[in-house]
């Protein structure tokens, strides 16, 4: 199943890149995971940049139908991987998310532009459940939650941007 989610942040892609970029801001998005496990790293690359989060989920905080799917925790990675700027700050990058323990697979592309004083970042998310029968509602379910993960992401975002 495809789908294409927009995130609008409060300011310019050198700042957002920036942000995303940053070590304690994706410590801070990998802390509303609420799993003691989880951890994130920054790499630079050219005038590009990656950002890692990895850890474990466990079953009982798993979303009741992937609990049915999935005996215990689920291992997670998700790399997002940007490429440098182009001369109005746009940037494309790379979403890959490995769901280790579970019969999932993810990946997506991302697309960072400027929209007046803001930026906006497309993910084209292609997601994949591999159970027969009820894969399909899976996939349904897993992103019908995406909203309330969008809304958190900008939330955090001007927060973090107003202090910064």
């Known amino acids: 199943m495809r789908k294409t989610l927009t995130i609008t942040y409060p300011a310019d892609p050198p700042k957002v890149a920036t942000m995303l970029a940053d070590p304690e801001y994706q410590r801070g998005r990998v802390a509303r995971l609420g799993s003691e496990t989880v951890t994130s790293k920054v790499t630079t690359q050219g005038d590009g ?47 890959s998310i490995d769901a280790g323990g579970a019969p999932v ?10 929209s007046g004083e803001q930026t906006v970042v497309e ?26 993960v969008i809304a958190d992401e900008e939330s955090r975002a001007a927060a973090w941007l107003g202090s910064h």
């Open 49 to 95: 940049f990656s950002a890692t989060a990895s850890g474990t989920v466990p079953a009982d905080s798993l979303p009741s139908a992937a609990r049915r799917l999935v005996r215990s925790g689920v291992s997670f990675t998700v790399t997002e991987a940007w490429g440098g700027p182009a001369e109005d700050g746009s940037r494309t990058g790379t979403l």
């Open 105 to 114: 697979r993810s990946s997506g592309a991302l697309a960072m532009r400027p």
């Open 123 to 148: 993910v084209d998310l292609e997601l994949k459940v591999t159970v027969p029968l009820v894969g399909r509602a899976v996939e349904d379910k897993a992103l019908s939650m995406a909203g309330r």
